[in-house]
């Protein structure tokens, strides 16, 4: 009766929260109140199996003695200096100036540091990087960006047009929500497998997934046909206005050529979609013979006809060799936009203050690295090489040892940091994974973690062709431990396998 009459005079949300009252409860903000949004969010990077492999972890270190292993082999997230990569010297140096200026006057550093720290102190707020900036950034910091720009692509770049992030998945995630639309849902076409931010961020702001898959079968391209029907099946639920392109490409570590690029640039241009390209990865390249071509460059060759396509580019300090995914930094660079639209993307970044002064120093150090003739050019050369070169032998390592098992198939890792093999997975297994509430291969994850200590993703994760199941693993573990994750998994693949068919 008193449900009855509440729901009669009561909006749906006033009503709950006075029956919560009413019964006594005293959480306002709960699952059941909270944005549906977010509870519908998921981050397969950090899900169930990393979750189960931080337990472990503890576990172990607490003495526990009942696993076949005495750690666990994180291979599950592309952070670099936690998995052992050292920090490059010529960066650390300079941000320690940059913190403790008073350190220049000591005598400490190579000269091209102070100088390179003095640079970007002087265009902060009394110079120091305890200021806000710009919502922008540091303006010397955005030349530089658009110097290095200019020099990469060949083609003039304007700094007003850059942005100074806090990673590349925040100045992402800002894109995205410029499109959402109270009246009408939004759409992004999304690579299918893909990097879980995206959909994450999609069902933050109740928007709709476009799934374009990727061609496994030639290298994990982008076919212009297939682009053809996941607009027009998207359209039928939504309105497509973005699309989303992972250059080199995670989880699936393939590089894109120019003609394909050049084809996707074109689809958009005649769908009307604007193009954002991830390509944080561009200094990870290994394919003999290859080099990472950025959508800038190949938009500029393509003439007048695109001289208004919209274009939003994407890079960070979190990978390529430097690897400080903690001190969250990075830019974007906006092309094709008009300077109303600039003004409310300046608004929309004003709301936020600015990124991390940090994060924008090391990112001058990204773009800005010590030049021939300086101080530390020779040992940065020699470490950036030294990072770069382990990269290259572990994605050859891990393309041949996971082909080597029976049932298991893996594209070569031509850039980024991660491979993304196929699994034949016996369909016996199902019962099991469903009694634990999981998808075939999470469950075939799980079991990977408890009985070899590896700590991968699912493919499911990542979303991926219904009826096939693949894992991702990153390649950045020391050499020998990729080693052992290879020898490990040879043998529980191995193992599974007769489990679930004898």
Same mark, same amino acid.
């Given at each position: ?45 950090? $899900? ?26 994180? +291979?599950?997230? $592309? ?47 009394? !110079?120091?990087? $305890?200021?806000?900036? @710009? ?39 800002? =894109?995205?929500?410029?499109?959402? !639309? ?99 990865? !561009? ?56 300077? +109303? ?16 002064? +940090? ?21 940065? !050369? ?32 031509? $850039? ?8 034949? =997975? ?5 019962? @099991?994974?469903? +009694?634990?509430?999981?998808?075939? @291969? ?61």
């Amino acid at each position: 009766m008193f449900r009855l009459a509440v729901q009669e005079v009561l909006p749906r949300d006033l009503c709950f929260r006075t029956m919560a009252r009413a019964v006594g409860r005293t959480k306002l903000l709960n699952v059941e109140t909270m944005n549906p949004n977010v509870r519908v969010m998921e981050y397969a990077v950090r $899900g169930k199996v990393p979750l189960e492999a931080m337990k472990i972890k503890q576990e172990l270190e607490q003495g526990s003695t009942k696993y076949p292993f005495k750690k666990i082999l994180f +291979a599950n997230i $592309g952070d670099c200096h936690a998995m052992g990569q050292k920090p490059i010297t010529f960066v650390r140096q300079v941000l320690a100036a940059g913190v403790l200026s008073e350190l220049m006057s000591k005598d400490l550093f190579p000269s091209d540091v102070t100088e390179r720290a003095r640079t970007v102190l002087q265009s902060a707020g009394g !110079q120091s990087l $305890g200021s806000y900036t @710009d919502s922008r950034g540091l303006h010397v910091v955005r030349k530089h960006v658009a110097e290095f720009l200019e020099k990469r692509d060949g083609y003039p770049a304007d700094m007003e047009s850059i942005y100074l992030i806090n990673g590349a998945s925040e100045g992402i995630k800002q =894109i995205m929500k410029l499109a959402i !639309q109270r009246d009408r849902k939004v759409g992004f076409l999304l690579p299918i497998p893909q990097y879980p931010l995206y959909t994450a961020c999609i069902a933050e702001n109740n928007a709709d997934v476009v799934p374009y898959y990727l061609d496994e079968a030639n290298n994990w391209a982008i076919s212009v046909d297939t682009l053809r029907k996941s607009i027009e099946e998207g359209r039928k639920h939504c309105e497509p206005a973005m699309m989303i392109c992972i250059n080199p490409g995670n989880p699936t570590g393939q590089l894109l050529n120019e003609e394909n690029m050049r084809e996707i640039i074109q689809f958009c241009h005649k769908e009307q979609l604007v193009l954002l390209a991830d390509e944080v990865y !561009q200094e990870n390249v290994y394919k003999e013979g290859a080099k990472f071509v950025s959508f800038k460059k190949v938009l500029r060759s393509m003439g007048e006809e695109y001289e208004h396509f919209q274009l939003v580019s994407f890079n960070s300090i979190s990978k390529g060799y430097l690897g400080e995914c903690g001190l969250r930094g990075g830019y974007m660079e906006l092309i094709g936009f008009d300077s +109303a639209m600039m003004a409310q993307i300046y608004k929309m970044s004003s709301a936020m203050l600015c990124s991390t002064s +940090a994060g924008q120093m090391v990112t001058d150090v990204l773009v800005n690295p010590p030049r021939p003739g300086e101080a530390s050019h020779e040992t940065f !050369q020699k470490e950036r090489g030294a990072v770069l070169s382990a990269l290259r032998r572990k994605a050859k390592l891990v393309t041949e040892g996971f082909n080597a098992v029976p049932g298991v198939h893996c594209n070569e890792v031509q $850039g980024a940091m991660y491979a993304f093999p196929r699994i034949n =997975i016996p369909e016996a297994a199902r019962a @099991d994974a469903e +009694a634990n509430n999981m998808q075939l @291969d999470e469950y075939y994850c799980l079991m990977f973690l408890r009985e070899t200590g590896v700590c991968v993703v699912p493919g499911s994760g990542f979303r991926q062709i219904p009826g096939t199941w693949h894992f991702r693993t990153t390649i950045l573990p020391p050499e020998d431990d990729i080693k052992s994750l290879l020898q490990r998994f040879a043998q529980f693949h191995t193992n599974f396998v007769q489990r679930y068919t004898s």
